[in-house]
């Protein structure tokens, strides 16, 4: 899998989440990984909280099967993806009561290929 694909994908995701959010785009394996986070500003006490570390994983399969498919395929993967993050964003509560000195909770969210194909 390129960097193209994979600064592809976190562009999808970019505009889906809070402005001013934090990304980080890794390949862990063959798998594609978007670790998403952002200031939640919902404690006077600790303005700098992040919220929960969301990660969007797309198995290296489902990657290459994505890399195989004719412009318009891929163009419906991108709005499933697109699509799938939004419903799991507007179901997620980004809050949590992990002390300041240790790393926020992650939560994963696997784009197989029943989401990108739905």
């Known amino acids: 899998m390129n960097d193209d694909l994979r600064y592809h994908w976190a562009g999808l995701l970019k505009p889906i989440f809070p402005d001013e959010s ?5 390949k862990k394996a063959s798998d594609f990984k978007v670790r ?10 600790r303005p700098s909280k992040i919220s929960k570390i969301i990660t969007v994983l797309i198995p290296a399969e489902v ?3 994505y890399s195989n498919k004719n412009e318009t395929q891929q163009q419906s993967d991108d709005t499933n ?10 179901n997620h509560d980004p809050d949590h009561e ?21």
């Open 81 to 90: 993806l697109q699509d799938f993050v939004r419903n799991k964003l507007s």
């Open 63 to 65: 990657a290459d099967d």
């Open 22 to 26: 934090y990304f980080k785009v890794e």
């Open 98 to 118: 992990r002390p300041g000195d240790q790393q926020p909770p992650e939560v994963e969210w696997i784009a197989s290929s029943n989401v990108l194909n739905s």
């Open 36 to 45: 998403i986070s952002w200031k939640i500003l919902n404690d006077a006490d």
